[in-house]
């Protein structure tokens, strides 16, 4: 101030910080000022003249932009990427030390040395690029270029294209060097490509051994069971030209109980096997008829047990009606079959909505489909809880053949019908306290 008042020369001043308390807070302020000597009449100054204008966020403002590029370029350098400024009326390339680093050429090559490092064959895709950047104002592309010592590398160019008034005036961008990402692409699809050929295979094979399982299950129903005909026959002819009660007889007794029994177990894998049929068509079915004539199929063992059947109103579904049947028939036959003596047998079928809570705990379940509940309970014999995944088993049995007879397929054929239809069954027991299902 009295530099100027003494030599008459103005003073002035930007982005001046001065710190001023204002509602008692002592803040930051910034202004633009001047210090303009006043000249009387004679030409002599007697005073200076101060004006000010508050700038205060126009400079928090500039330093806000500053910080923001700064953490742009640590982003930027921190993943390695170049950047590059593209003047496109002047044709004027600046580029960033790392740029000219992938592109393994000097920091102060021009644009047709960034150029000549791309491949040959590649040079349509950079012009493709950059007429689209016209008509879009985006630009991506990857090229290969060739490296002072003969390497191969990937580069990745993106960029923005700058209009005024429909004119394009500069081009900003950024190259990253995906080399390492192309090469783990490239061992990606490989051995997506292996695995494709190595399942395609493993398809065929498939295809063979279940072409293989629709001829054993010829032989089974035929050839199988024509030699068990034959030693029933002939067994009953025997026991016929044998005296009863004799040791002889006896023995006949037995093959033909093993016989029955042979020919049961071979009914009852033929019935497992069917249940993956992919011809079996899918439609609309009522399991209140499905459940009513699996019931009118039992009604004399029913009437001769003197059990008691509650039936709740089921839904409609989706399915394959003879897998349906087979489902229910199966289950209300174990209820009807592991029946506690001096207890008259009491069987209840109900439905239950699937809801959130249950959907939760059964995450086996695909949340995209709609499900249903079916509870089939009973007063019967029951089973430790720790068998109740070993129940569903092929062969599997809990309880003695003789009182009891089965094969321990029936279990085992209800989880593959249940599971063909994409749902799940399981088992809560306690050894005689009946089993829910």
């Known amino acids: 101030l009295d530099k100027v008042y003494t030599t008459g020369i103005p003073f002035h001043a930007k982005n001046q910080r001065v710190d001023i308390t204002a509602n008692g807070v002592l803040q930051p302020f910034y202004f633009n000022y001047s210090f303009t000597p006043l000249y009387d009449s004679s030409g002599n ?7 000010a204008a508050d700038v205060s966020e126009l400079v928090k403002a500039y330093n806000r932009l500053e910080e923001s590029e700064a953490r742009a370029r640590l982003a930027i350098e921190a993943s390695e990427q170049g950047t590059f400024h593209f003047n496109l009326l002047t044709g004027q390339l600046s580029a960033s030390k790392r740029m000219a680093e992938i592109f393994d050429v000097s920091g102060t090559a021009n644009r047709e040395e960034y150029f000549a490092a791309i491949i040959r064959e590649d040079l349509p ?15 991506a592309y990857d090229v290969r270029i060739r490296r002072k010592d003969g390497k191969i590398s990937w580069v990745r160019i993106k960029g923005k294209i700058y209009f005024d008034e429909g004119h394009p005036q500069k081009l900003v961008g950024v190259v990253q060097d995906i080399t390492d990402q192309k090469h783990f692409a490239g061992l990606l699809e490989q051995k997506v490509e292996e695995r494709t ?6 398809n065929k094979k498939l295809v063979s051994m279940n072409d293989e399982l629709q001829q054993f299950a010829y032989i089974a129903s035929h050839d199988m069971q024509e030699p068990l005909r034959k030693i029933r026959v002939f067994s009953d002819i025997l026991a016929k030209q044998t005296e009863k009660g004799s040791q002889t007889g006896r023995y006949i ?3 033909n109980l093993a016989a029955e029994r042979m020919t049961g177990l071979i009914h009852g894998l033929l019935e497992y096997s069917r249940t993956s049929d992919i011809r079996l068509r899918y439609e609309m079915v009522d399991l209140n008829i499905v459940l009513k004539n699996v019931l009118s199929d039992f009604e004399l063992l029913i009437s001769q047990k003197e059990a008691e059947v509650r039936v709740e109103d089921l839904p409609a579904i989706v399915a394959v009606p003879l897998q349906m049947n087979q489902l229910f028939y199966n289950l209300v036959g174990n209820s009807l079959k592991f029946t506690q003596d001096g207890v008259k047998p009491f069987i209840h079928i109900s439905f239950f909505a699937i809801n959130e809570e249950i959907m939760a705990s059964l995450p086996e379940l695909d949340r995209q489909r709609e499900y249903v509940g079916i509870s089939i309970a009973d007063n019967g014999t029951g ?15 809990l309880n003695e053949r003789d009182k009891f007879g089965g094969y321990g397929i029936g279990l085992a054929l209800c989880k593959k019908v249940v599971e063909e239809h994409q749902g799940l069954i399981s088992a809560t027991s306690e050894a005689g306290r009946g089993a829910r299902f």
Not at 125 to 139: D, I, M, N, S
């Open 45 to 51: 100054i007697y005073g200076v003249m101060n004006t």
């Open 253 to 255: 007794d037995k093959i």
């Open 383 to 397: 089973f430790d809880q720790i068998y109740a995944s070993k129940i569903f088993t092929v062969f599997q049995r």
């Open 197 to 202: 050929t190595e399942l395609a295979e493993l």
């Open 125 to 139: 895709v950079r012009e493709k690029a950059f007429k689209r950047a016209e008509a879009t104002g985006t630009l």
